[in-house]
């Protein structure tokens, strides 16, 4: 299989669903991304990024049961797939061949 | 306390974007947050919004490919946006005059009252006469289970500010009424429980009352308002956009209903949980109570309806608009037709240039299916670029036409709101839609076509046949459309020019009421008026055109008595208006009430009276209650005067009587008329001074200029023509589009044909005159098609006509001849383009 190429928004959006292990779902996921890289995110463009990753198979999603909180209304959790682990690495690695011997 | 909920509408449009299981979840994400961040309702409708690129993320499309149609026709449309900008603004200006007559038709019909929850606002009356009279009501209006209902009586009345008296449109309504409606104020407070105590009644004024009549003073709660010679407290002023239960006319004031034998319909609000049938049951189970408890009243008979207050409350009011919104829609579903032709044509075109692309994807195996759905994703950009520009055009044209409108003197046309609402916007997009279909398909069956090969050599024939009969039809109809404009324009010309019987010219007008009636004071009044300078006559009338009276009367006693129209007149009216009296004499310079009065009757009552006889000397029976024959008063005809007219310029002839005002009691009503050296304008401030002058009991209610009334009483016609006409223009210009759009395209098409025609030296006049027959062949075969079509149409035209013959041959003529020059302006650009062609260019052209 050809390494699967990240763009950036996808980066951040896999390390923090990553960052945030078992309570990834909607709003820590962009409470993370805001918080860390300062960026304010529309819930569109989270989805929008969020399903192409389902697609491309990175990450697993999937529906709690509805609590009182929040209308009754239930969370859609994500986790990491061992691909998107390997997706990850692999930009890292990239980038860090291409800083190597660098200062800027 | 509880958080408070995300806005519904936001919501629902997330389940529409979003779908499923995963709305849910970005619902409750959304909600979550929402409620974090101190209920944004902004922040909230920017996350919906954004959801739409979830929906059209190529992950989750609904139909697999249709996002590559979309932004192929997008990239395709940015190569070239001038195509595309002139078929979005042809929809666009078609579509806008269509949202505009359609917000016509919708606050025919369907728009609500503007109140808060007025899906609910129901009206209870019957068909033939009123619901119940306001004692009845009263009794009965606390039982109710279905509805809580409010009893409202329309009525015409007058208020009094100093010496000048307004006429106004009043609501006579119950104590619950605003409750019941919902409805706020801007200042004070409406009617409670304690408006029935002593002392001066309650009023609530309209926010339009407020600021035009009393200048919008913020101490007006607490004064006086004289409505109808008695005095009333204003204890509010009523929210700006309300006026009242009787759309589409406005009222200005609101009394408290006392019970009485008055009869009322009812606006009610449906109980919650109740529907509009058990509401009609209940109403119904009223009625018979109420027939069973006074079986005398033959109104109570009649059927109850009970339906959903929208659009013109009155089906007289309905009617009396209905033939020309009928003429209006017809005449813009044709602008809208013309327009999709023209889009089509550019599609068309095209797909001319684009055919051989079309015919190897086909070749390689596309969908004939595929094809189609690419040229209509093509379509739906360029109605929905249209919509948006044709919403913001229609947004327009109902505010000029809201701002033209209460010039008119009809008081129904001044509630007509013509607003974009939400029906509006859905009847568009529908529009916009068919639209879309309707110009997609030609260009795909063009490209479908089974045969492919003299295609993919690029040579096309049947494509220009095509565009030259859609330029044909366009050119057909929007000549139709012109001999209509034509016809009405002439029809106007004609009623403009018709002899209104009586001088208009140099007479101006004050009218005044006189609450003593006191009849001697009309007498001081005019010897007053007659000695203002410049003042050359002066006399005096009950009304004057537009107004008459009523009256009916007989030729013997026991006849049945037949309608009239009628005035009351000093005896120097005839001589002041200039209408002579044919035989006999006028009315004797004084005189006494009497019971048996002087008549002068018109050409036409004569005649209908006493055919072939002389009427001078006749008598004549007036019943004192026109529905029977009894306690007639006798009258003596003493002259004969000409016809003329009295209630418009477009009227027939109106059998008509005058009587003195020596010799009748009249109701204090006159209009008292001045003959001028000059523009009569500027005699009316005397005038009104000096009724000023006159005592404390005289109230002005109208001035102005004979002439006035008279270019007034056109106003219906005006408007039809002015309409249709600026409808008319738009179909041609649209059809103007057409002709050069196909002209131009087949001179592109033909350059290498001119490069050869050139080069083996055809001049560039023959080349022009080449390109200009093939317009005036599109043109000439349009105009005659187009008037065989008029034939058929105009016929429909009959009632707005003022007697004109629909086959008028200068309106036809002129259509004709306009369209030919049109056509020839059309043509003569692509036709000089096609003259400066080089030769060597043409020839490598490909």
């Known amino acids: 299989m050809p390494p699967i190429y990240l763009g950036e928004f996808e980066q951040i959006v896999l390390l923090a669903v990553l960052r945030l292990g078992e309570k990834a779902y909607g709003v820590p996921i962009r409470a993370e991304i805001e918080s860390r890289a300062g960026r304010k995110v529309t819930v569109g463009a989270l989805y929008a990024t969020l399903d192409r990753l389902e697609a491309k198979g990175l990450v697993h999603s999937w529906f709690a049961d509805p609590t009182a909180q929040r209308g009754g209304r239930s969370k859609r959790y994500f986790r990491l797939l061992p691909a998107g682990l390997e997706a990850l690495s692999g930009s890292k690695a990239v980038f860090d061949r291409m800083w190597e011997g660098l200062h800027v | ?846």
């Open chain 2, 1 to 846: 306390m509880l958080p408070p909920d995300p806005p519904r509408l936001a919501e629902w449009l997330l389940r529409r974007l979003v779908g499923g299981r995963d709305a849910d979840a970005v619902a409750g994400d959304l909600r979550e947050t929402f409620e974090a961040r101190g209920a944004s309702r902004v922040w909230y409708w920017g996350q919906v919004l954004s959801c739409l690129t979830v929906r059209l993320s190529s992950y989750r499309r609904a139909l697999p490919g249709f996002g590559t149609d979309f932004s192929r026709a997008l990239r395709r449309m940015r190569r070239n946006p001038g195509y595309a900008f002139t078929a979005m603004l042809c929809l666009a200006l078609a579509l806008g005059v269509n949202a505009t007559l359609f917000s016509f038709l919708d606050s025919v019909y369907f728009r609500k009252l503007p109140v808060p929850g007025a899906e609910r606002i129901v009206s209870i009356g019957r068909e033939r006469a009123p619901f119940c009279t306001s004692r009845q009501y009263f009794a009965f209006a606390g039982d109710l289970r279905t509805v809580k209902a409010a009893a409202a009586i329309g009525s015409g009345t007058w208020v009094e500010l100093g010496s000048r008296q307004y006429t106004v449109l009043a609501e006579v309504v119950s104590l619950n009424y605003a409750q019941v409606l919902g409805v706020g104020t801007e200042l004070g407070r409406w009617f409670g429980p304690d408006s029935e105590s002593a002392g001066e009644p309650p009023v609530v004024i309209s926010d339009r009352f407020w600021k035009t009549r009393l200048g919008g003073d913020p101490d007006v709660l607490g004064r006086q308002l004289r409505i109808t010679d008695r005095s009333y407290r204003i204890i509010g002023v009523a929210t700006a956009q309300f006026s009242g239960t009787f759309p589409p006319t406005l009222r200005d004031v609101w009394v408290p209903m006392r019970a009485s034998g008055a009869g009322t319909d009812l606006v009610a609000r449906l109980a919650p949980g109740a529907t509009l049938e058990e509401a009609g049951a209940e109403m119904r189970v009223v009625s018979a109570r109420l027939r069973a408890s006074d079986p005398q009243n033959e109104g109570l008979a009649s059927p109850v309806v009970v339906k959903p207050r929208t659009g013109f409350l009155f089906r007289f009011e309905r009617d009396f608009v209905m033939p020309i919104l009928t003429l209006l829609m017809a005449v813009s579903a044709v602008v809208l037709l013309i327009a999709c032709v023209n889009v089509a044509n550019l599609l068309l075109s095209r797909a001319a240039v684009r055919r051989r692309e079309m015919a190897i994807r086909q070749s390689l195996g596309a969908s004939r299916a595929r094809l189609f759905r690419e040229t209509l994703a093509e379509g739906l950009v360029l109605a929905a670029g249209g919509l948006m520009l044709g919403m913001f055009l229609g947004y327009w044209t109902g505010r000029a036409l809201e701002f033209l409108l209460p010039s008119q003197p009809v008081a129904m046309y001044q509630g007509l709101r013509l607003g974009i609402d939400w029906r509006v916007a859905g009847f568009l997009a529908a529009a916009g839609v068919l639209c879309a279909v309707l110009f997609s398909l030609p260009p795909a069956f063009a490209n479908g076509r089974r045969n492919l090969s003299p295609a993919m050599k690029g040579i096309d024939v049947r494509n220009s046949r095509h565009r030259s009969f859609y330029s044909i039809a366009q050119v057909a109809l929007s000549l139709t459309l012109l001999v209509a404009t034509g016809l009405l324009v002439r029809a106007l010309d004609r009623v403009q020019h018709l002899d209104p019987g009586f001088a208009s010219d140099h007479r101006g007008y004050v009218s005044v009421r006189d609450m003593d009636q006191n009849p001697s004071l009309y007498s001081a009044l005019l010897d007053q008026a007659r000695r203002i300078p410049g003042v050359e006559g002066a006399t005096a009338a009950w009304g004057v055109f537009p107004n008459s009276g009523g009256g009916c009367a007989a030729a013997a006693e026991g006849e049945k008595p037949r309608d009239l129209t009628s005035d009351l007149v000093d005896p120097s009216y005839f001589e002041i208006m200039r209408i002579p009296i044919l035989k006999g004499s006028g009315f004797a310079p004084s005189g006494s009430f009497t019971d048996a009065p002087h008549v002068v009757v018109n050409e036409t009552m004569a005649r209908m009276f006493w055919p072939g006889q002389g009427p001078v000397g006749k008598r004549l029976w007036f019943p004192a209650d026109c529905t029977s024959d009894e306690k007639a008063q006798m009258g003596t005809v003493i002259g004969v005067a000409r016809d003329s007219k009295y209630q418009s310029l477009g009227e027939g002839p109106l059998p008509f009587y005058y009587l003195s005002r020596f010799e009748d009691r009249g109701n204090g009503f006159y209009t008292i008329v001045v003959q001028t050296a000059g523009d009569p304008r500027q005699w009316i401030q005397p005038l009104v001074s000096l009724v000023e002058r006159n005592g404390a009991n005289l109230r002005i209610y109208r001035t102005g200029t004979l002439d006035d009334s008279v270019s007034e009483s056109l106003w219906e016609v005006k408007w039809q023509a002015s309409l249709l006409g600026f409808v008319g223009l738009l179909a041609i210009v649209l059809a103007a589009i057409g002709v050069y759009g196909v002209v131009a395209c087949s001179v592109a098409q033909r350059t290498r044909e001119i490069g050869v025609r050139m080069a083996l030296g055809a001049l560039p006049l023959d080349v022009q005159w080449m390109v200009l027959a093939h317009g005036l062949r599109i043109t000439g075969i349009g105009i005659a098609v187009g008037l065989l079509l008029s034939a058929f149409t105009v016929r429909l035209l009959r009632g707005f006509l003022y007697g004109l013959s629909p086959f008028d041959p200068v309106a036809f003529a002129a259509a004709g001849f306009a369209w030919i020059a049109i056509a020839i302006v059309a043509s003569w650009y692509p036709a000089r383009r096609a003259t400066r062609v080089d030769p060597v260019t043409a020839l490598n052209y490909e």
